[in-house]
């Protein structure tokens, strides 16, 4: 909006995207479907989308919900879409129309395709959330393949990031049965966990990380490839004030200061997307040294602990980034994970792309 400043800003690294992309297909060994869902995991649909459009690693896009679809349709980027959740049957025309890739997991649904639609069969290997359970999902490849409509076949593991893999592997023997019984299609199994656990699977010609696309991995799997966080979010001070021993800050009077203290109050809450559940743990990086924020975190601001810093007005504080303080640390404070927490990013917080 003209001439009013952001009070925060998520300053996402093209370099630091276009660096994982790579990483991750290499380690895949398969071009990348990437999930743009959820405003790309908070950072920006379009900003995400147009590094993905020009990165010869990635073959397309997969979004979560129809409106998703429509949105990174229009802006004309000319790599696939896929839509990974059932279209209600009044949107399947238009998506067809546009060019979006369907998920398929009944003969009805296959049967109810314009003649023009591209389908990736959806199959549920364990994860028991969405697709045709594999005898069925064979049926219904089939039925597609005989209308010619058959792109794609997929499946999604419930546990591949955690240290045990053997869930995934019986669900990727499942899926492979299914593949065996098909001509031969764009198969995609992996997530971020997947990828990273497992490295190239047989049969598969792409894969879709998520968050780890972002910058993000479980501790176990971190150096499976080099990823680095494409976000930094910054929010400025609005005001800075002394607080006197035995005064307290924030609602319900958490937190009392037993010294002089210096305290900045800064312009990001929980409509922004700071974790609430973060109270009493979090810190920000003020003039690169941690910091404590003070008190219950509030919707719109929170208050730091400045003491012995020269903290203006207008001046930035990193509330994460890739260095001391990641969303993953946030995550952790929150009791939540850093896809809530990335996702949970408000309207409010400026994206701005940078090199
Ligand atoms: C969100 C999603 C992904 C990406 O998962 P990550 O854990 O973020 O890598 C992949 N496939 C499907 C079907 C999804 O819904």
Same mark, same amino acid.
């Given at each position: 909006?003209?001439?009013?400043?952001? #009070?925060?800003?998520?300053?996402?690294?093209?370099?630091?995207?276009?660096?994982?992309?790579?990483?991750?297909?290499?380690?895949?060994?398969?071009?990348?479907?990437?999930?743009?869902?959820?405003?790309?995991?908070?950072?920006?649909?379009?900003?995400?989308?147009?590094?993905?459009?020009?990165?010869?690693?990635?073959?397309?896009?997969?979004?979560?919900?129809?409106?998703?679809?429509?949105?990174?349709?229009?802006?004309? %980027?000319?790599?696939?879409?896929?839509?990974?959740?059932?279209?209600?049957?009044?949107?399947?025309?238009?998506?067809?129309?546009?060019?979006?890739?369907?998920?398929?997991?009944?003969?009805?649904?296959?049967?109810?395709?314009?003649?023009?639609?591209?389908?990736?069969?959806?199959?549920?290997?364990?994860?028991?959330?969405?697709? &045709?359970?594999?005898?069925?999902?064979?049926?219904? +490849?089939?039925?597609?393949?005989?209308?010619?409509? %058959?792109?794609?076949?997929?499946?999604?593991?419930?546990?591949?990031?955690?240290?045990?893999?053997?869930?995934?592997?019986?669900?990727?023997? #499942?899926?492979?049965?299914?593949?065996?019984?098909?001509?031969?299609?764009?198969?995609?199994?992996?997530? +971020?966990?997947?990828?990273?656990?497992?490295?190239?699977?047989?049969?598969?010609?792409? &894969?879709?990380?998520?968050?780890?696309?972002?910058?993000?991995?479980?501790?176990?799997?971190?150096?499976?490839?080099?990823?680095?966080?494409?976000?930094?979010?910054?929010?400025?001070?609005?005001?800075?004030?002394?607080?006197?021993?035995?005064?307290?800050?924030?609602?319900?009077?958490?937190?009392?200061?037993?010294?002089?203290?210096?305290?900045?109050?800064?312009?990001?809450?929980?409509?922004?997307?700071?974790?609430?559940?973060?109270?009493?743990?979090?810190?920000?990086?003020?003039?690169?040294?941690?910091?404590?924020? %003070?008190?219950?975190?509030?919707?719109?601001?929170?208050?730091?602990?400045?003491?012995?810093?020269?903290?203006?007005?207008?001046?930035?504080?990193?509330?994460?980034?890739?260095?001391?303080?990641?969303?993953?640390?946030?995550?952790?404070?929150?009791?939540?994970?850093?896809?809530?927490?990335?996702?949970?990013?408000?309207?409010?917080?400026?994206?701005?792309?940078?090199?």
């Amino acid at each position: 909006m003209r001439g009013m400043l952001a #009070r925060a800003q998520a300053l996402i690294s093209e370099s630091a995207l276009r660096g994982n992309l790579t990483a991750l297909a290499r380690r895949a060994g398969a071009r990348l479907l990437l999930p743009v869902k959820a405003d790309a995991y908070g950072h920006g649909l379009e900003i995400v989308a147009r590094v993905a459009a020009h990165h010869p690693d990635v073959w397309g896009l997969a979004v979560a919900v129809p409106r998703e679809a429509v949105a990174l349709a229009a802006l004309g %980027l000319g790599k696939p879409i896929l839509l990974l959740t059932p279209p209600a049957p009044e949107e399947v025309g238009p998506l067809a129309d546009l060019g979006v890739r369907l998920p398929v997991a009944s003969v009805a649904e296959a049967d109810a395709l314009p003649p023009h639609a591209r389908a990736h069969l959806k199959v549920d290997t364990g994860m028991n959330r969405l697709g &045709a359970r594999p005898d069925e999902a064979i049926r219904v +490849g089939q039925r597609l393949a005989e209308r010619g409509l %058959l792109e794609g076949a997929y499946t999604h593991f419930a546990t591949a990031d955690e240290p045990d893999p053997s869930f995934a592997r019986e669900q990727f023997a #499942r899926f492979q049965g299914v593949l065996d019984a098909l001509p031969p299609v764009l198969a995609h199994a992996a997530n +971020g966990g997947g990828i990273l656990s497992f490295g190239p699977l047989p049969g598969l010609s792409l &894969a879709r990380p998520g968050l780890a696309s972002y910058g993000f991995a479980p501790t176990h799997l971190r150096e499976k490839a080099p990823l680095t966080p494409a976000m930094t979010l910054k929010a400025r001070v609005t005001h800075v004030h002394a607080v006197h021993p035995g005064e307290s800050v924030s609602y319900g009077g958490l937190w009392q200061a037993g010294r002089e203290t210096s305290v900045a109050t800064v312009g990001i809450g929980y409509a922004d997307g700071y974790p609430r559940n973060a109270t009493g743990r979090a810190q920000v990086l003020v003039q690169g040294e941690r910091r404590p924020v %003070l008190g219950r975190i509030c919707m719109d601001q929170c208050m730091v602990d400045v003491t012995g810093l020269e903290v203006r007005v207008g001046d930035w504080v990193e509330v994460w980034g890739g260095g001391e303080i990641t969303v993953t640390d946030v995550a952790g404070w929150g009791d939540t994970v850093e896809y809530e927490v990335l996702t949970g990013l408000g309207a409010r917080v400026e994206r701005v792309a940078e090199g």
